[in-house]
């Protein structure tokens, strides 16, 4: 395991985290870490050993038995209702599955969770941050189109530039790679890591890619069943 040098003003940190899933034998220990501005870090490992967990832990959607994460230096809130607000204002997600919505186009895809939350507005500042952030990755002449007619890399894209529209100060990834042709997963890859440092975010990738590693600030494995 090799982890980034800690920062003075970390995007994101975590001391040792440890959750179980009670009845099932499952138990997740992570190491601390701390990322600052464009710091990445990888979380690697088998299937079901807790990679999505300890996003989800990340991102206050699970609640560690012990431990503790901090955003922007304020810990993660004990209510639902505050850690439904990191998320909304300050972490942005490219899940697994993309979660794109078939009945909107590329641009209401990517303006969604500004129309689902209302922590920040949806004015023209937004909608232009939008456009860019589809210029940047290579949508600006499709942004009309439907998902179901966008390849699984452009998907992707669409995925990426959703999870940074809000300005977070944190992404998380979950398998951003899985089921690229080798070309396209380093491609995607490179784009999340440059799009992240350009904003200034923290990224924390989730992923089953060797081949990606190497990219990274620091790499963390996790082991265990599922």
Known sequence: MSTPE?????R??????????????????????????GGSLAVRGPSGCGKSTFLALLSGELVPESGSVRVLGVPMPSDEAGRRRVRATSIGQV???????????????????????????????????????LARVGLADKEARAIHRLSHGERQRVAIARALVTEPAVVLADEPTGNLDPRLKRAIAELLLAECAQAGAALVVATHDESILPLFGGVIELGGAA
């Open 6 to 10: 800690a920062t003075p003003s970390p």
């Open 12 to 37: 994101i940190e975590a001391s040792a985290l440890v959750f179980e899933r009670r009845g099932t034998g499952f138990r997740l220990s992570t190491p601390a870490f701390a990322l600052g501005a």
């Open 95 to 133: 899940f697994q599955t993309f979660e794109l919505v078939a009945s909107l186009g590329v641009l209401q895809n990517v303006l969604l969770p500004l129309r689902l939350q209302d922590e920040l507005p949806l004015d023209d500042a937004r909608i232009a941050r939008a456009r860019a952030l």
